[in-house]
Structure formats: C-alpha cells, structure tokens
C-alpha cells in the first residue's frame, strides 16, 4: 500500500479517531508515517514512528535524518473550522479527521524514504 492509498483508506475517520489504531501496524508494514492534530495539544504519530509531542497552540519541528520540515498550525487562519493542520515539507499525501461532519484535523501520510527512516 502506498502513501496515497493508505491516506485514501483512513481519511474521514470520526474525531477523536480511535479507530486509527488498527492502521499503525499496518502503516508500518508498508513503511508509512502519519501524522495528525489531537485534542488541543497533540501531534500523534502512527506507523513507523510511534509518538505524540505537546503541540499547544501549534509546533515546528524537523524529522528523519534529512530533517524535513513539520508543522502543526492550530486553526490555520485560511480553513475556518479546522482545529489543525499538518504541514510537511515532503512528497505526502493528506488526510482528513471530521467532528460532527466537520474538518477537524487535515493529516499528512509520508512515505520513509522521504524521510530517510
């Protein structure tokens, strides 16, 4: 499965998306990471790298060795409603988690050898 079947597969999911669980290991399988907002607070991991970093009010940082760029914006300013976005500064494809019929989080699957994991 590649970046844009796997994101086609989970996109939807109701928030707080618990039924994202199952896919870890199968995003593992096929050496994908994704990345997503969480409550207020969160940026969760899944895949090849299992994790969650504090993100109040948004966060920058990098990841993998060639150290892409990664950022979660808390309410980006251009998609009312929207409680966070991933941003990625690699080949990826996105993925939506909905509250209520709702944008609530646009996610971000990225393949590991955009990363060099």
């Not at 996109?11 to 096929?30: C, H, T, V």
């Not at 009312?80 to 976005?85: K, V």
Request: net charge negative; aromatic share 8%.
């Amino acid at each position: 499965m590649n970046a844009k079947e796997f994101a086609k597969e989970i996109d939807g999911f109701e928030y707080p998306a618990s039924e994202l669980r199952p896919f870890e290991q199968i995003a593992k399988d096929n050496g994908l990471l994704f990345i997503h907002g969480m409550s207020d607070d969160l940026l969760e991991m899944g895949g090849i790298i299992n994790d969650e970093i504090g993100a109040w009010d948004g966060i920058k940082t990098k990841i993998g060795t060639k150290g892409v760029s990664l950022e979660l914006k808390w309410c980006p300013e251009d998609k009312p409603g929207t409680s966070w976005e991933v941003i990625v500064e690699c080949p990826h494809e996105k993925f939506t988690i909905v509250e209520d019929g709702e944008v609530y989080c646009i996610g971000a699957v990225v393949h590991k050898d955009d990363l060099n994991l």
